[in-house]
């Protein structure tokens, strides 16, 4: 089941941005993007996964979202940001790496995926860790003493029991399953 994710943020900038990183982060997730609070209370709004709101937006709406506190991330602008208790934040002004592991860090600190889905083999586990570290095809190949086509035979049958191209999907997958920690990355 794939999960169903809203954006609610006035920036329309803002907005797009997550989305699409989001969707590199979490493919099969749906993400809805809603410019006002009214928007999302017209469609349906219980159910969502995760909310990303704007502060502005979450301290009008605080009684709503308190209510989905677990499943509410509220979009905070740097420096200048309210400190709210218990309610995980994102800065939105951090470099792409940061906001990823940031994201992964909220959407997958308390949940985990189904195991056996997509069995991968041992070997292929040890050759998703190196890509998530950052390594290249023949660094891997050294690395585990095989290779070149090894490798990238490897990386293809990965891809394809995931269905995950990008190295920031395929860091997700390997922290939601525990092969790498997040704070590793």
Same mark, same amino acid.
């Given at each position: 089941?794939?999960?169903?994710?809203?954006?609610?943020?006035?920036?329309?900038?803002?907005?797009?941005?997550?989305?699409?990183?989001?969707?590199?982060?979490?493919?099969?997730?749906?993400?809805?993007?809603?410019?006002?609070?009214?928007?999302?209370?017209?469609?349906?709004?219980?159910?969502?996964?995760?909310?990303?709101?704007?502060?502005?937006?979450?301290?009008?709406?605080?009684?709503?979202?308190?209510?989905?506190?677990?499943?509410?991330?509220?979009?905070?602008?740097?420096?200048?940001?309210?400190?709210?208790?218990?309610?995980?934040?994102?800065?939105?002004?951090?470099?792409?790496?940061?906001?990823?592991?940031?994201?992964?860090?909220?959407?997958?600190?308390?949940?985990?995926?189904?195991?056996?889905?997509?069995?991968?083999?041992?070997?292929?586990?040890?050759?998703?860790? &190196?890509? !998530?570290?950052?390594?290249?095809? =023949?660094? +891997?190949?050294? %690395? @585990?003493? $095989?290779? &070149?086509? !090894?490798?990238?035979?490897?990386? =293809?049958? +990965?891809?394809? %029991? @995931?269905? $995950?191209?990008?190295?920031?999907?395929?860091?997700?997958?390997?922290?939601?399953?525990?092969?790498?920690?997040?704070?590793?990355?």
């Amino acid at each position: 089941m794939a999960p169903e994710i809203a954006i609610v943020n006035s920036n329309t900038l803002s907005c797009l941005g997550l989305q699409n990183l989001l969707k590199e982060i979490i493919p099969m997730a749906t993400i809805r993007t809603f410019h006002s609070f009214a928007e999302l209370m017209d469609d349906t709004p219980d159910m969502y996964a995760h909310y990303f709101i704007s502060s502005q937006i979450y301290f009008e709406h605080t009684a709503f979202f308190l209510d989905r506190k677990p499943k509410t991330i509220v979009l905070a602008n740097g420096n200048n940001q309210p400190q709210l208790s218990g309610v995980p934040t994102l800065d939105i002004y951090q470099d792409e790496k940061s906001l990823i592991k940031n994201i992964l860090l909220h959407q997958y600190g308390h949940q985990h995926g189904h195991p056996g889905e997509h069995e991968l083999s041992a070997r292929e586990i040890e050759v998703l860790v &190196l890509i !998530t570290k950052g390594l290249i095809n =023949k660094e +891997i190949a050294d %690395k @585990l003493n $095989i290779s &070149l086509t !090894t490798v990238i035979s490897h990386r =293809k049958n +990965i891809t394809e %029991k @995931l269905g $995950i191209k990008s190295v920031s999907g395929l860091t997700i997958y390997a922290v939601m399953h525990g092969y790498v920690e997040a704070d590793r990355i």
